[in-house]
């Protein structure tokens, strides 16, 4: 029992010894609690909103406040016209525009029914759906309100419109995320391992004195894995647009070029991610807890940014698939050109230098 007992000691002092197995076992539950409690929400939280206005009476001033106020839609825009609200749904700022009728409130009263249009962006479908259902129970709350002690009720009748998903697929939302997803795992993950796998093994020694110079190497070693993740972004790019009828309504080669942008970053931070691991376990390790979560919770891929806490909004800026599915979703679905995703794209032609240097620094001072 003596030695059984020394045995559990020894274990125990080798893991709280280890500092990446404190981490496992301590640190990613917490992280995960605190990223899953604040992340998944399905309440709305100032959502941008337009208004087109062609009544500006006091029953649309009313209507307009008690929307505001009730803290989940936020008034950024007044609109001079319908013919404005294409162009602000695709910069992708502005998620909901109300447009209320001319004579909006001399129809409430005198003809007992007016009329006011919801438009909402329906890239993001579950979102568009809740805001259209917000919206209709403010304006019912409305409707009750106006309606005390009257005989003949007056009714606000909404019209409904989804832009660029009139259907409401889900699809939609998840084509562009998954494509993200697995762009950055694949091609971080695997040239990180790949190059830690040298490294363990020892081989790593042999081709530094070999004739290829350093650069060389880490190229011979990341084409493949551009090649090949190419290829993956061709297949789900064709996979959703032929069996799962997701569009693809802007450029085409607009939208490889910015896949190859976004694999050249992912391959970036695989050799990053391998400059500071010994080993395969520890690349896997980190490409895990570096990606995986972050990709899936912080990039507004399935949870809408705009719904978590200002700290995590603030981290959401350092994670490339934010960006990325920006791009995938404004050239597919909605058909923009490159004057809508220059400033998403400069982020990720920057992310990827950044990232080179600093794998070329830190590949520098291990050669040392």
């Not at 981490?23 to 998944?40: D, Y």
């Not at 997701?246 to 695989?270: K, N, R, T």
């Amino acid at each position: 029992m003596k030695r059984f007992i020394g045995f559990i000691k020894k274990e125990f002092y080798h893991i709280f010894r280890d500092k990446r197995s404190m981490l496992i076992l301590f640190g990613m539950p917490i992280v995960q609690l605190l990223l899953f409690g604040f992340v998944i929400t399905n309440d709305l939280k100032d959502v941008k909103m337009a208004v087109v206005d062609h009544s500006k009476d006091e029953y649309t001033l009313e209507i307009i406040n008690k929307i505001t106020s009730s803290g989940y839609f936020k008034l950024v825009e007044n609109l001079d016209g319908i013919a404005q609200v294409d162009e602000i749904f695709r910069k992708g700022e502005t998620k909901v525009v109300l447009v209320f009728e001319p004579d909006f409130g001399k129809n409430l009263v005198k003809g007992s029914h007016a009329s006011v249009q919801l438009l909402t962006d329906a890239s993001e479908p579950n979102m568009a759906n809740m805001e259209v259902n917000y919206l209709q129970g403010i304006l019912q709350n409305y409707n009750v309100e106006i309606n005390r002690g009257k005989r003949v009720p007056n009714q606000i009748v909404p019209q409904t419109r989804m832009y660029f998903n009139a259907e409401l697929e889900s699809v939609y939302m998840f084509i562009p995320g998954i494509m993200a997803t697995i762009l950055m795992l694949v091609s971080a993950m695997m040239t990180s391992i790949s190059i830690a796998r040298e490294k363990e093994l020892g081989t790593m020694e042999i081709l530094l004195v070999s004739p290829l110079q350093p650069w060389q190497i880490i190229l011979g070693k990341v084409t493949p894995y551009l090649v090949l993740s190419f290829i993956n972004a061709l297949v789900i790019v064709g996979m959703g647009y032929f069996v799962f009828g997701v569009p693809v309504l802007g450029s085409f080669v607009l939208l490889m070029a910015e896949s190859v942008l976004f694999i050249l970053l992912a391959l970036s931070l695989g050799i990053f991610i391998s400059t500071v691991s010994d080993s395969q376990q520890v690349a896997m390790m980190l490409s895990m807890f570096a990606l995986m979560l972050p990709t899936i919770l912080l990039s507004g891929f399935i949870f809408p940014l705009r719904n978590m806490p200002l700290p995590l909004q603030i981290l959401s800026n350092i994670i490339p698939p934010r960006w990325f599915i920006v791009i995938i979703k404004n050239i597919m679905l909605k058909g923009t050109g490159f004057e809508f995703v220059w400033k998403e794209t400069l982020i990720l032609i920057g992310m990827t230098a950044g990232l080179i240097a600093l794998s070329v620094k830190k590949f520098k001072i291990r050669l040392e």
